[in-house]
């Protein structure tokens, strides 16, 4: 049995009543599919600093958000890392060869680059001139990018039939800055791929 079962996962309170902006949806989206009971906690922004410091007093090397701590209270911090533990620790959704597990590692550290723009300049950013280029220039080549990723394998994942812990973090950033929808004609095999995540069984009562 994982140690991940009836984890607890901790997080910001919702940014902008988006409840899954930030970077804590692709762990909560991983355990949803994999069917753990877990526990979410979101911490105020004003609780933060407290809440920060608690955990280094505790000598915590992940004094930072999210992380997720296990019934036997152990840590996990670090979004990408964490992750990939808990996909080891379930012995799925990490690739069992050496070039799917590269691939997969390097999609999430992708996904995450497009979270840290998103969050820096569409979000946070007071720049109205980076915005525009987010959008008209930035977005739609990550759109055109993903597209020809997909292919790579065969779809519809981006490892191919099987789906990884990167998938996760590919559909947290599509929800976070076009709401999951694209242009079907434009971008075909991320249609397939949001469709066919969306309709994973346990997903599917998540997302309903």
Not at 66 to 80: A, D, E, I, S
Not at 91 to 106: H, I, R, S, T, V
Not at 130 to 135: G, L, M, P, S, T
Not at 181 to 204: C, E, G, Q, S
Request: neutral net charge; hydrophobic residues 35%; proline residues 4%.
């Amino acid at each position: 049995m994982t140690e991940f079962k009836d984890c607890k996962l901790y997080y910001f309170e919702t940014l902008f009543d988006h409840p899954t902006y930030g970077r804590a949806e692709a762990i909560r989206l991983l355990l949803e599919d994999a069917g753990l009971k877990y526990e979410y906690n979101r911490i105020s922004f004003g609780d933060w600093p407290k809440t920060k410091q608690n955990l280094i007093e505790n000598d915590s090397r992940f004094p930072t958000l999210p992380y997720v701590t296990t019934k036997n209270g152990k840590l996990y911090g670090t979004t990408v890392a964490c992750m990939r533990a808990i996909s080891k620790s379930l012995n799925k959704y990490y690739p069992d060869n050496a070039e799917e597990q590269y691939l997969a590692d390097a999609y999430s550290d992708l996904s995450l680059d497009w979270m840290n723009k998103f969050l820096s300049v569409k979000l946070f950013g007071q720049d109205e001139a980076a915005k525009k280029d987010y959008v008209d220039n930035f977005l739609p080549a990550q759109l055109v990018n993903w597209n020809k990723i997909l292919t790579d394998k065969g779809g519809p994942y981006l490892l191919g039939a099987e789906i990884s812990y990167s998938d996760f973090f590919l559909y947290h950033m599509l929800e976070n800055d076009v709401d999951a929808k694209v242009d079907a004609k434009k971008f075909p095999h991320i249609a397939t791929f949001v469709d066919t995540f969306r309709n994973r069984p346990t997903l599917r009562k998540y997302f309903a």
